[in-house]
């Protein structure tokens, strides 16, 4: 679990790493606003531990604000250190991740799961504010990604689009680039997301299941066709709860091991 410390350091860098794309900003977080332009630039292709570590400095140097970083990977993560590369460049096993971004950008840095970062945002400014219960977030790109809460605590690392769906991993059958890659129309896609949502509903029986991922800002392309008995709901922060849910993760911000 993951207690949150008292802190109130207001503004602090966030960077989220993806597949396609590294982007970072500065972020509020007492409202859990952008202070700052967000830059992004296109991930390289192999995107090795330090051909990304080297695309992060560019971020933080384009961004111009000093102080601790948050980063999200696509993988798990345990003391800094990458547990899992079913979503990224197999040269990150084992690596020490935020030993390699202290290094690369001289800065304290803390890293985090993608989808972790992205359900604590949503949890503190989003979707799932005030919420209690059981809460699931399911990010919807090139994979799966997911962030578990019990009363409002993390469970991290839960990676629910590994569960297995369809002779193989969820992701590889309802991710949203399933979508683009199969040009299905989006009731198809959301019938296969349905029957992804319903595994895990009949997992964990959540109170509230959250949709997030660039994919959820056209919620009222496939929501409507999702029959769930858990209330299910977009994401509020969209694209933006990666950078912000990594600041809340940084050293000097509001989320502590």
């Not at 959250?210 to 769930?228: M, N, T, W």
């Amino acid at each position: 679990m993951v207690q949150e410390s008292l802190d109130r350091a207001a503004h602090v860098l966030g960077v989220d790493i993806g597949g396609t794309g590294i982007k970072g900003a500065p972020v509020d977080l007492e409202s859990g606003g952008l202070t700052g332009e967000r830059v992004r630039i296109p991930t390289p292709q192999p995107a090795t531990p330090g051909a990304v570590a080297d695309v992060v400095v560019q971020v933080l140097s384009q961004i111009g604000v000093p102080g601790p970083v948050g980063l999200t990977l696509p993988a798990v993560i345990r003391g800094g250190r990458v547990q899992t590369t079913a979503n990224i460049d197999p040269a990150w096993m084992e690596t020490d991740a935020a030993q390699l971004f202290a290094q690369a950008t001289g800065r304290d840095v803390r890293v985090v799961n993608d989808a972790d970062a992205a359900g604590i945002a949503e949890m503190r400014f989003g979707a799932g504010k005030g919420r209690k219960g059981v809460v699931v977030m399911v990010t919807l790109g090139t994979g799966i990604g997911s962030a578990v809460f019990s009363d409002g605590l993390l469970v991290p690392n839960s990676e629910l689009g590994h569960l297995p769906l369809h002779h193989g991993d969820a992701e590889d059958w309802a991710a949203e680039s399933v979508r683009e890659h199969d040009d299905l129309s989006w009731r198809k896609w959301a019938h296969r997301l349905d029957t992804y949502l319903a595994l895990v509903q009949r997992l964990l029986w959540p109170d509230l299941i959250i949709i997030g991922g660039g994919v959820s800002k056209k919620a009222d392309k496939f929501l409507p066709y999702i029959e769930l008995r858990t209330e299910t709901v977009p994401a509020q922060l969209l694209n933006d709860a990666g950078i912000v849910g990594a600041a809340l993760f940084a050293p000097a911000g509001k989320v502590q091991p």
